[in-house]
């Protein structure tokens, strides 16, 4: 018999962002199979999650979303064809 898991809001937001946030991972679907693994939840559970989360909740978010962006490309992009990445 399966049992139905209620998770946190807390939860699914810390969920949400490791999937979103980490960059160590080839794809969006490799760091979502990832997380699934870790917390125990189906990976279309945790995609319906990132679809109602959006894009960003604030200013900050976006601030936050833009510095990993200038990170990224500043220092990580440049060095992932020689694999230092």
């Known amino acids: 018999m399966n049992?139905?898991?209620?998770?946190?809001p807390e939860?699914?937001?810390?969920?949400?962002?490791?999937?979103l946030g980490e960059h160590k991972h080839p794809s969006r679907w490799v760091a979502r199979q990832s997380v699934t693994a870790k917390?125990?939840?189906?990976?279309?559970?945790?995609?319906?999650w990132i679809n109602k989360s959006g894009p960003?909740?604030?200013v900050e978010d976006v601030e936050y979303a833009t510095l990993n962006w200038v990170d990224w490309?500043?220092?990580r992009r440049i060095l992932?064809?020689?694999g230092d990445g």
């Open 11 to 19: 939860g699914q937001e810390r969920a949400v962002r490791l999937v």
């Open 56 to 58: 960003w909740k604030g």
């Open 3 to 8: 049992k139905r898991i209620l998770y946190s």
């Open 80 to 82: 992932e064809p020689i």
């Open 39 to 48: 917390i125990g939840c189906t990976p279309e559970t945790l995609r319906t």
């Open 73 to 75: 490309f500043n220092r």
